[in-house]
């Protein structure tokens, strides 16, 4: 919540209640530590508390929220009077106010500092929040829970900053706040011929996560994958405009969704018939952000999607964990070639014989490949004469929304 959010809360607080239900509490504790004999953490941490006691007063100076300061040992804990609202609301503002503050003191401090002390200043500075129902901000054991609960969100380097990222891909996928945007396959054997799209997540929400990979590494560090994948594999069908009859829609499918337990395929077919789509349409381009643990689960998962009339690519061959057992294991129709092989390959011997060797070995498969990353016309020639069928990059399209004029 933005601070000007805050203080009319303050403002409205006192005149329509005397007392709060909640207490709120900003944990702050600068973690300094040095085997350097010429260091002082005493001085260190004498220096701090004088900087903090300087600026929590300086920006809670008339603050109506604001109830006062506590230090406990070298931990400081700044005490708010939040009034009443829901609690996951609550601690979202003080967790924008703590992190804004914790960023800032952070750094003011260390150039405060002299150049004998800054070396010796290793540590980061923890923090961390709590909001705490309460009938009597004086009871005692209300204050002790809401200390105990502060320090332990702020244990670890970046706790309010993972929290609030927790919070803004929790509400992302809330208020479904991502698009796609499509990017054109064309054949290489039917000159300018559009074959199919490759559907993009993208999202506004640049502050936490600058692009759609760091959107999608924080989801399945957090255990968010499945819904940010069915979002996104909804926004695709959504946002596409009915294909020409063999056109195809390409779109990204993370290999852990389908080891999932409570993966359950089938849902898309509803959604696709909505629009008119049909399954031959669909390709499932298989991605793999990390190595598949249980081929056998993947498998099963593409089987019913396989009886379906659905499609399977393997995604940035030659890339990060693809390798050749997902391609003997998975069997798909299509191999996409990844930028890394593709860049250049008309200047590097080495990188023509991986890609010759991985097209004997999709000739023997019965699989067509794809060649990603197109930017320059001497790569366009070099795949076409090596005789790849398909191929896709900012040379031939830039990804966009789907029109009709894409057609």
């Not at 030659?318 to 593709?342: N, W």
């Amino acid at each position: 919540m933005k601070l000007r959010q805050l203080r009319e809360l303050g403002q409205l607080s006192s005149v329509e209640n005397e007392s709060s239900d909640y207490l709120g509490i900003i944990y702050l504790s600068w973690q300094i530590g040095s085997d350097e004999p010429c260091c002082s953490a005493s001085s260190l941490q004498e220096r701090w508390r004088v900087f903090a006691n300087r600026e929590v007063e300086a920006v809670f100076k008339g603050f109506l929220l604001y109830e006062g300061m506590q230090w406990m040992r070298e931990d400081l804990f700044i005490q708010l009077r939040i009034p009443v609202g829901q609690q996951s609301i609550l601690e979202g503002w003080l967790l924008e106010l703590a992190h804004k503050y914790t960023t800032e003191w952070e750094q003011q401090f260390a150039e405060e500092l002299s150049d004998s002390l800054i070396s010796c200043l290793d540590g980061k500075l923890l923090g961390g929040i709590a909001v705490v129902a309460s009938d009597s901000l004086t009871d005692g054991l209300t204050w002790y829970e809401a200390m105990k609960k502060a320090i332990l969100h702020g244990q670890s380097a970046g706790a309010m900053e993972h929290s609030l990222k927790r919070r803004a891909i929790e509400r992302l996928i809330r208020e479904r706040l991502i698009h796609t945007v499509y990017q054109p396959i064309v054949s290489l054997k039917r000159e300018g011929e559009i074959f199919g799209y490759e559907a993009l997540t993208r999202t506004d929400e640049r502050a936490w996560f600058p692009g759609p990979m760091e959107l999608f590494l924080f989801a399945d560090q957090e255990g968010l994958s499945y819904p940010l994948d069915r979002l996104a594999r909804e926004k695709a069908i959504e946002g596409c405009k009915p294909l020409k009859q063999e056109q195809k829609l390409f779109i990204n499918m993370m290999a852990q969704i389908m080891e999932d337990p409570s993966f359950s395929p089938g849902k898309t077919l509803n959604l696709l018939e909505q629009h008119r789509i049909s399954p031959h349409n669909v390709v499932f381009e298989i991605t793999e952000r990390s190595s598949i643990a249980d081929f056998g689960s993947v498998k099963k998962a593409l089987e019913h999607y396989r009886s379906q009339g659905y499609q399977i690519a393997i995604d940035d061959v030659g890339a990060g964990y693809s390798s050749l057992q997902s391609i003997v294991e998975l069997r798909p129709d299509y191999l996409k070639i990844d930028r890394s092989i593709i860049q250049n390959i008309h200047l590097d011997e080495m990188k023509e014989h991986i890609l010759y060797t991985l097209i004997q070995l999709a000739d023997k498969m019965g699989i067509s490949i794809i060649a990603e990353g197109i930017e320059l016309g001497e790569e366009l020639e070099k795949v076409r004469e090596m005789g790849i069928a398909y191929a896709q990059g900012y040379l031939l399209g830039r990804p966009a929304a789907f029109v009709s004029s894409m057609q």
